[in-house]
């Protein structure tokens, strides 16, 4: 009888310890955004400046925007040579990586459904933090 006891009470202990086991996925999994969020059309709102040793300087861009599709990007803005005319990129929501023509020149630091904030690496430590909001 004191075996009997002893084998109920491991068998209970296991079956709470399996009903209590998480089986979801890992959260960093769930940070991942894929290139699906960036797709539509993306107002630039400032784009921020930062050397080394200064302040930051803030300028506000009204008529500049970004149009993503699955594969192409069109930058739109005034000061652009490339004005207008579509090129392709890739984004690792791994690494938060955005290439543009094959060279990883952004680090997307924020994106949600309204909202995309890239980071650009300068020189000597500088770097420019760019805004935008989904139309």
Known sequence: MKLFKVTF?????MVTAITFTACGSDDDED???SSSELVGTWDMLTITSYYSGESPEVENVSDA?????ADKLTVHDKTDLA?????SYTYNGNSKELSIIGYPLYTVTELSKSTLVIRSEEMFGSYEVIKFKKR
């Open 9 to 13: 009470i491991l068998l209970a202990m």
């Open 31 to 33: 940070n991942i955004v």
């Open 65 to 69: 925007y970004w149009v993503f599709t």
């Open 83 to 87: 004005n207008g005319k579509s090129v």
